[in-house]
């Protein structure tokens, strides 16, 4: 059986929830792990801001994260669905009792409802993880459906992909990695949790030489190996250089106009199970939010072809060359026809309403009446 895993850290709830045996789901997300299930098994989902929506007694992800959001969602069909669910909560006066730190404004059904044209980022590739062909189709082809909807698209570059990397990977464990190593330490490792768990061992200095010897090989390991808090000096410096980022971040897009932005929300398919402890170079396109703490939805966008499988093992439209981590990204989205494929809606701290909007845009230009009026007939190739 070519068994796929449903994506994490939700993905028990993702798996229940695809599997048809709740109404709904709800999961946290402190680096993709509402979007990531909603991507690999092919529903929706909204990552808020991190105070929009606020969840007391439950796992704080990795304490002490720093500017890290952790943000709480929920797993729907439609984005009709999490509309009706964010009302429930979102400025009810039982729920702000229960949670004070949360922002205490409900949801604008007005500003969802709204139609007309919008100008909307968007980027196929980040420059530091390339996705896989079909994921680049879907953007490509929800890209040009919205433009035939009357909206302004334009392209988008990621600022200072080398500094996003850094910070993202540093501030995502602080320690080195000694929370999360301290809970497997008497526990039995799963199979597919070894390499994962054998990283966090790892030397600081033996990281430090990896990231040298790793560059000419994989640009990707490399970075990930030299990113590590090397004092509390460093600590503080890096919280500086993340408050910085963002800041160039939204002047970025304030000078371009955007509304919302459209990217990848994964670089690959759903995939086997031997190979997420080995893709930690993939998880930039949603911890990236996580780090700005912007909302960030995921809305389905068709499934893999057989001319996607056959572009992936095409060095021409996907090259790899000697580079491991990328075959490791190759390699882990072999044989993925009829997977499901998804974007990523993107908007400033917020402006859950507007990133609402747009994901039944793009859920509309998807959808079977959208294609029957449009005569767009889905092919396995």
Sequence with gaps: MNFRTPGGSSGGEGALFAAGGTPFGTGSDLAGSLRIPAAFCGFITLK????????????????????????????????TEQIELLKLFLGNSCYRQLVPTSIPFPLNEETVRQTGRLRIGYFDSDGFCPPVPCIRRGVLETVKRLKLEGHDLVRFTVPNVDEMVQLLYKLLMPDGGHYIRALYENDAIDPYMKDFVMLLKVPRIVRWLASFVLRPISPQLSAICSAYISNLDDLRYTNERCDVYKKEFIAYWKSLELDALICPSFPVPAVPHRFPSKMSMAVTYTALFNLLDFPAGVVPVGKVTVKDDEDLV????????????????????INSVGLPLSVQIVTLPFEEEKCLRVMRDVQGVWSDDYLSKNQIYPTDR
């Design 48 to 79: 808020p801001t991190q105070d929009r929506l606020v969840v007391t007694n439950t796992h704080p992800g990795i304490p002490g994260r720093s500017r890290y959001g952790l943000s709480f969602g929920f797993f729907t069909n439609t984005v």
């Design 314 to 333: 095409n060095e021409s439209t996907y090259p790899v060359g000697h580079n491991v981590a990328l075959r490791i990204i190759r390699d882990s989205s």
